[in-house]
């Protein structure tokens, strides 16, 4: 009889170190997703830097070297540095990416002042064209052919992360860009 009433209390005593355990490890773990979504036009503001997407529209067609057709997708934004520092725009680029449900393209062509990018001069503002590639096969397996999203490098916003993630948080931000690709 002892040395069952024992094996149960050892039963229980490691179920609650397993749930404190549990609790502890768990307690500081982002519960809710947050995502800011924005339209073509509209004024969206990082951390020292604001941007407008201009517009989005289709630039080139062509074959790729396996015959796939490609096409070329063109995102014009202005960024607009709002601190008294110089800012750089390198993580705008190099982490932004062109969404359509599940697939995704990161790498993209930038036109623009390659001085202004990496030393953008307080107040003042300079012009992006993002040219991304999308392979028109991928297009069918995606939901909506027509509906796209940039997403803005989380780089350009880490302080509105932080900020966020002190509130257990996960934060993003998008641009819904329309248009027709097929």
């Given at each position: ?14 179920f ?18 947050v ?10 503001l ?24 490609q ?26 990416k ?32 993002f040219?991304?590639?999308?392979y028109?096969?991928v ?5 909506n ?33 329309r248009?027709?690709?097929?």
């Open positions: 009889m002892r040395k069952k009433y024992t094996v149960h209390i050892v039963i229980i005593l490691i609650v170190l397993c749930s404190i355990r549990y609790y502890f490890l768990n307690k500081n773990v982002p519960e809710k997703y995502i800011d979504r924005y339209v073509v036009g509209q004024d969206i990082l951390d020292d830097v604001s941007i407008t997407v201009k517009s989005f529209k289709e630039v080139q067609r062509n074959k790729a070297y396996d015959g796939d057709d096409i070329g997708c063109m995102i014009e934004i202005l960024a607009k540095n709002n601190s008294q520092n110089t800012v750089s725009l390198v993580p705008l680029i190099e982490e932004s062109l969404s359509s449900g599940v697939y995704y393209q990161d790498y993209c062509n930038v036109d623009t002042d390659p001085n202004k990018v990496s030393q953008l001069l307080p107040n003042s503002e300079t012009n992006l064209t040219t991304y590639v999308i028109k096969d297009l069918k397996y995606t939901k052919k027509k509906e796209f999203k940039f997403y803005m490098g989380k780089g350009t916003y880490e302080n509105q992360i932080k900020d966020r993630l002190s509130k257990l948080q996960i934060y993003g931000k998008y641009v819904e860009l248009g027709d690709l097929e």
